[in-house]
């Protein structure tokens, strides 16, 4: 991650997070990154990939948000959109059960690749409460301070925006979620979609008709899944 002075990031969301840079609990993450470099380890994603996810949905564009945990560990899967691997890259199961979702809710035919970079670009903010992790080490980086940025995320959209939809999947998304207001809000749960959990109640729960629903009533475009 770059120095505070050099962090390339969107502008609605950099003005609202710049001071969380200046935090020590920032300043530590950054440190150990760099250790974590430095001792051999491989980071993903990329550093220019780390915050694609606001990147790629500026504050006032988001209409849905999705919660995941950390990136995805293997190479050349992660690139700073949560559930999404670039084109080219095999189809993590996880995935595959989300695309079976919206089959089943939808009637739409699961795509053949996995970026999910078109949902961004619709409003749909992909964010992951851990933005890096290491080859091979799944959780790595937990505890290091992401988890605290990212409910800073959360609390802006929280408060500084109306009639969202939050989709958290899991247990541990449903507590990242836990501080939503669900006066403003529309907040969806279900298990996650990873194939020891999906058949428990993620297959089934239609989240992806409700939030489309949900969006129109208010007067917003719904979202193609497809």
């Known amino acids: 991650m770059?120095?505070?002075?050099?962090?390339?990031?969107?502008?609605?969301?950099?003005r609202r997070l710049e001071d969380e840079f200046n935090?020590?609990?920032?300043?530590?993450?950054?440190?150990?990154?760099?250790?974590?470099?430095?001792?051999?380890a491989q980071v993903f994603p990329p550093g220019r990939l780390?915050?694609?996810?606001?990147?790629?949905?500026?504050?006032?564009?988001?209409?849905?948000?999705?919660?995941?945990q950390d990136p995805y560990h293997g190479h050349g899967q992660a690139h700073g959109l949560c559930f999404s691997v670039p084109e080219g890259v095999a189809v993590p199961p996880s995935l595959q059960n989300i695309h079976k979702e919206i089959q089943q809710d939808?009637?739409?035919?699961?795509?053949?690749?996995?970026?999910?970079?078109?949902?961004?670009?619709?409003?749909?903010?992909?964010?992951?409460?851990?933005?890096?992790?290491?080859?091979?080490?799944?959780?790595?980086h937990?505890?290091?301070?992401?988890e605290r940025f990212t409910d800073r995320v959360a609390a802006e959209l929280n408060e500084g925006?109306?009639?969202l939809v939050f989709l958290l999947w899991g247990s541990y998304a449903m507590k990242k979620g836990a501080f939503i207001d669900r006066e403003r809000h529309l907040?969806?749960?279900?298990?996650?979609?990873?194939?020891?959990?999906?058949?428990?109640g993620f297959f089934g729960c239609r989240h992806f008709s409700k939030t489309n629903a949900w969006l129109e009533r208010h007067g917003m475009e719904p979202i193609r899944w497809a």
């Open 106 to 140: 939808l009637g739409l035919r699961p795509p053949t690749q996995g970026n999910l970079r078109g949902w961004a670009e619709q409003g749909v903010l992909l964010l992951n409460a851990v933005l890096t992790v290491e080859q091979g080490r799944a959780s790595a």
């Open 187 to 200: 907040v969806l749960t279900a298990p996650h979609p990873s194939p020891l959990s999906a058949h428990r």
């Open 50 to 68: 780390i915050f694609n996810a606001l990147d790629s949905t500026p504050f006032d564009q988001v209409k849905v948000v999705i919660f995941g």
């Open 23 to 40: 935090q020590p609990y920032m300043t530590a993450l950054r440190r150990f990154l760099v250790e974590r470099k430095q001792a051999g």
């Open 142 to 146: 937990q505890g290091k301070g992401w």
């Open 161 to 163: 925006r109306e009639n």
């Open 2 to 14: 770059q120095q505070q002075r050099e962090i390339k990031l969107e502008e609605s969301w950099k």
